[in-house]
């Protein structure tokens, strides 16, 4: 502790930490996590949100070692083969319509590189995201961000319209069965019928109202930024079909769908690789994921 403080000076103010008792951790190994003081810590964060493959793996380390003994760091006016190797090896999880890639070094980044590649594509400025959603902090991309916590003072974000968060667990529609989830919410009677979802109805008649009277005197918007689950905002599922819906409205007025899958990709929701494969493999049966099995 006494070792923490006297290195607290050396960082910015606006470093925050979660801690009061400050953790100086100084090893890794998989799921665990030691303090300066050999405490040990089960990792339920597995380092951030983000990273999913643990603390100091062998089998990460071993390709990491290769790699270093290799090539380093060059600049990206030239190619190297792991570049063009794992590029191939992401689009294979991939739909083949999907068969570039971009590389970026963070979320945030990639966000802001989706709109900008959506506002030079469409010659649209116009963006819509969802309220509770998180896309990242840097300083286009803020505005897509609808979190308190993560809005600072400065102009950020023009043109970014809001839709009402589609949450039928704690939004103004929802029932039992609403939830696109296999964890249904509890105490709360559903009327919808059998394979209908009246949540989803809803939700989707204010996304398309908000379509027509925010954007009846343009052309209409450049891209939906969405995540395919809320991450920083609690996890939240959207109701049954309402994303595939939502992208769909504005695909028809000439828009873009990006999939924010910074926090859900990567195989982090068991069934998909990608959360934008689940929200588009509808099962007929709500409240039931598409189990994918070799």
């Known amino acids: 502790m006494q070792r923490v403080q006297a290195l ?32 040990k810590y089960l ?24 790699q270093a003994q290799k090539l380093w760091h060059t600049t990206s006016i030239y190619h190297t083969e792991p570049i063009y190797e794992y590029a191939q ?28 590649l959506a506002r030079n594509h469409t010659g649209r400025f116009d963006v819509i995201s969802m309220r509770n959603g998180y896309h990242g902090m840097t300083q286009t991309v803020l505005g897509a961000t609808n979190l308190g916590n993560w809005k600072p003072v400065f102009p950020h974000g023009f ?13 103004i529609f929802g029932g039992s069965n609403c939830r696109d989830s296999p964890v249904q919410v509890k105490n709360r009677k559903c009327d919808c019928a059998p394979g209908s979802c009246d949540a989803s109805d809803k939700y989707i008649e204010q996304f398309d109202e908000m ?12 891209a939906f930024l969405i995540e395919s689950i809320q991450g920083v905002g609690g996890t939240v599922q959207y109701p049954h079909g309402y994303l595939k819906r939502a992208y769909e409205a504005v695909q028809k007025r000439g828009g873009l769908a990006i999939a924010d899958e910074v926090q859900t990709g990567f195989g982090r929701l068991g ?13 007929g049966k709500f409240g039931t994921r598409k189990v994918v099995t070799k």
Not at 15 to 25: A, E, F, S, W
Not at 89 to 115: C, I, M, Q, R
Not at 271 to 283: K, L, Q
């Open 271 to 283: 069934s998909h690789f990608w959360g934008f494969e689940f929200r588009n493999s509808e099962t």
């Open 89 to 116: 090896k992401l689009l294979a999880k991939f739909p083949s319509k999907l068969d570039t890639v971009f590389f970026v070094n963070s979320g945030s980044e990639a966000n802001d590189l989706a709109l900008a």
């Open 211 to 222: 379509l027509l009277h925010d954007f009846s005197h343009s052309s209409g918007p450049a």
């Open 43 to 66: 990792d339920f964060f597995g380092g951030i949100v983000t990273v999913s493959v643990g603390h100091c793996h062998p089998k990460i380390n071993a390709a990491l070692t290769e």
């Open 8 to 39: 607290r000076p050396l960082l910015p103010k606006g470093h925050v930490t979660y801690y009061k008792d400050q953790l100086l951790i100084v090893k890794g190994e998989k799921q665990f996590l030691f303090d300066s003081n050999g405490k």
């Open 159 to 171: 043109n970014i319209f809001k839709s009402l968060n589609a949450d039928p667990y704690r939004g």
